[in-house]
């Protein structure tokens, strides 16, 4: 009898193509809103100004907040497309859209008034990844192959 290690438990997954499908699209919407805040490609506004803002609506020290949110969701997205310790980028991805769904749920659901909905299912796909891991097209399933009992 094998003994399934913790680091198994983290890593390995049993999904199928549909992980792949979720974990790119997650990482590359993550990757590029980092990038965003991080580098202020994409039309983005850089560290300095997305700090700016996130002191204004009270992430402080805002500098700080932008640097750990634009990086979760810049160096998680990346690990999500190549689904490289999966599980736990998508507990980070998870936790950083729960605390933008704080900025916007005084809007309502919906986008058009500035509201939660983006950061919700984000937020839902993170979750499911945090569940199911990246799958077996993932690089954790390449590296850390789970032990069969």
Do not use: C
């Not at 399934?4 to 992980?19: A, D, E, N, V, Y």
């Not at 979760?72 to 497309?81: D, P, Q, V």
């Amino acid at each position: 009898m094998h003994r399934i290690t913790l680091k198994q438990r983290l890593q390995g997954s049993h999904g199928g193509t549909g992980m792949l499908v979720l974990r790119l699209a997650l990482g590359v919407i993550l990757a590029a809103h980092g990038g965003q805040k991080l580098f202020g490609w994409f039309g983005g506004y850089g560290l300095e100004a997305t700090g700016q803002w996130m002191e204004s609506v009270g992430f402080t020290p805002g500098y700080l907040m932008a640097l750990l949110a634009g990086s979760a969701e810049f160096f998680g997205g990346i690990a999500l497309m190549l689904g490289l310790l999966t599980r736990p980028a998508a507990v980070v991805a998870a936790f950083t859209m729960l605390m933008a769904m704080t900025v916007h749920i005084g809007n309502g659901l919906f986008l058009s008034n500035n509201g939660y909905e983006f950061a919700l299912i984000l937020l839902a796909a993170s979750i499911t990844l945090a569940i199911q891991g990246g799958g077996q097209l993932a690089l954790d399933a390449r590296l850390f192959p789970a032990t069969r009992h």
